[in-house]
């Protein structure tokens, strides 16, 4: 059975009866104006199309360009299939002390490299990206599709941001809204930690949320400064402020059941992080799931859409000019 996907575009079908009118040719009687001689020397040539067929093939082709667009499909029915995908949404710390290079090139580029690793570990998940800091941002949600995600992630930088602060809490309920109902909830955090001391509110809310948190914290304990658009970033004073890692975070990661792991040069060290959250799920029994199997047809009538056109296109009368080099 063949139905249409959008259907409401097939309506513009009906714009093209007065395009069809406007384009129709008008009769001449040109041989009560010309003499025959005249007319045999500007005639066209007769291995052009007329211009009544080529208005007819510009016609068809915008019809079915229409049509294409109308997604036309093959419905075959419903098909069953398991799938043993996990969910899991990561979060960026987007704040100013991101902007520290004591990690090169700096902690948010880093923090994207190490995402971007993860990527090549979670083979069988689906990945949500946010961005946090005071507020925070969506940029992707649960998706399979990691091309786009790197794609997002390469585009992410913090050059028209000035947030200060990290706002754990903000990440913790984004995220929640991010997986609905999923009974097992997984975030992962890449961050430098948390000015804050105390995190007792956060894990009370992921704990009544079956939210289980992994940190993977960026920053070195002796420090780095802070370097933007407007130069090294100074206190009121005018000294260099120095920003250091904090671990009081860790405290949100052990007390939900997840892992904390610090910053480190070592290119296998996410890989150990993901291998420890896909053990999470190892007793996870694979889910079946029905989706419509449904065959596109767009390509055909676009691709004799492009065919009619290009030969209107190309098919142009030109003069005959082969009497006149007589």
Known sequence: MIFFNNLEFLWLLLLLLPIFYFLKPQKNDLESVFSKEV?????????????????????ISMALTIIALARPQID?????????????VTAIDMSKSMFANDV????FDFAKKKFFDSLEYFNQSKIALIGFASQTFLISPLTQ????????GKNLNLDYL?????????????????FGDEKKKTLLIF???????EFSKEIAYCKENSITVYIYNIGTDKGGIIKDKNGVLKDKRGNIVVVKRTDN??????????????YSLANDDIKLLADTIQNSYQNKKEENSTIKDRKELFVY???????????ALFSTPKLNTKEDKQ
């Open 145 to 152: 599709d990691f091309h786009s995600l790197r794609f997002l």
């Open 39 to 59: 007319l045999k020397k500007v005639k066209l040539k007769s291995n052009s199309l007329s211009k009544r067929w080529r208005n007819l093939l510009l016609i």
């Open 162 to 178: 000035n947030l200060k602060g990290t706002n754990i809490m903000l990440a913790l309920e984004s995220a929640n809204n991010l």
């Open 301 to 311: 009538p676009l691709s004799f859409a492009l065919l009619f056109f290009f030969i």
């Open 249 to 262: 975070i860790k405290k949100l990661a052990m007390s939900t059941g997840g892992a904390y792991m610090k």
């Open 104 to 107: 090169y090139p700096s902690r």
């Open 76 to 88: 075959n029915g419903e098909i069953e299939v398991k799938s043993s995908f996990i969910n899991i």
């Open 191 to 197: 961050t430098d930690g948390s000015d804050q001391k």
